[in-house]
């Protein structure tokens, strides 16, 4: 085993429900980024749940307050769920990697990307959301979250909006919120955010359908 990076399962207590998980990964070493982050940020909202949203990792917000998607991102995130008819309470929101990625420029922490150690390396806590939300579709925001879901390189345009297949779990990947704060022009990011909502839309019909079956 690599001793860099010898994973979080060790610190993943067994058959445990979501605020037990909660308190246990303050104590993760699982991979280096521990270090440099604030506070782990695990996910957000009841369990069970039909709909669990995974995006990247913290962002600076999110590590400074302990939850997910509470920054520009959230915010992105909240109107593309309102659009989509779908109430931000009744879904669990979470993260691929659970520590803040960032490097230091002058007095500004300036998000990372999480490397595939990382994701790998965090995918146990994922694993154990996955069994104490029990969800019904799993929907991945951007493609960080879809290589950590689905275990492999995920396109995002040409995969978005259906259901994909996971070991038997239902999963729909779109865009990051995030894709929509970095569009320049205002039409566009309108545009962006009602994709999203179409997305979400769809994930939510699938999650019902699942139900009903
Ligand atoms: N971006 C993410 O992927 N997750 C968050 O919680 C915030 C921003
Ligand atoms: Fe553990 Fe994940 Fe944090 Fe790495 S990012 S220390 S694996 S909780």
């Known amino acids: ?30 991979c280096e980024l521990w270090r440099g982050a604030t506070q782990a940020v695990f ?11 995974v995006g990247e990792q913290p962002g600076d ?15 992105i995130l909240s109107q593309a769920l309102e659009q989509a008819g779908v109430s931000r309470e009744s879904v669990y929101v979470t993260n691929a990697v659970k520590h803040f990625r960032f ?4 007095k500004r922490r300036i998000h990372q990307r999480p490397d595939a150690g990382n994701i790998q390396a965090c995918r146990p ?12 579709v799993v929907v991945c925001l951007g493609a960080t979250a879809g ?3 689905l ?21 729909v990947v779109t865009i990051h919120p995030s894709a929509v704060l970095r569009l320049r022009d205002s039409g566009q990011r309108s545009e962006a955010v009602a994709g999203l909502a179409a997305d979400l839309r769809v994930a939510a019909k699938l999650a019902r359908d699942v139900d009903t079956a």
């Open 1 to 30: 085993m690599d001793i860099e990076r010898p994973g979080a399962e060790q610190w993943v207590p067994s058959d445990a429900d979501v605020d037990r998980l909660r308190d246990a990964v303050q104590g993760c070493r699982g």
């Open 43 to 53: 996910g957000d909202g009841d369990a069970p749940a039909r709909l669990m949203l």
């Open 61 to 75: 917000k999110e590590d400074l307050a302990g939850e997910p998607f509470v920054g520009p991102a959230g915010r």
């Open 103 to 106: 490097e230091m420029r002058g």
């Open 125 to 136: 806590w994922l694993e154990a959301e996955f069994a104490a939300v029990q969800p019904a």
């Open 147 to 149: 290589r950590a879901v």
């Open 151 to 171: 275990g492999r390189v995920v396109k995002v345009g040409a995969e978005r909006g259906r259901p994909l297949d996971s070991s038997g779990r239902i999963v």
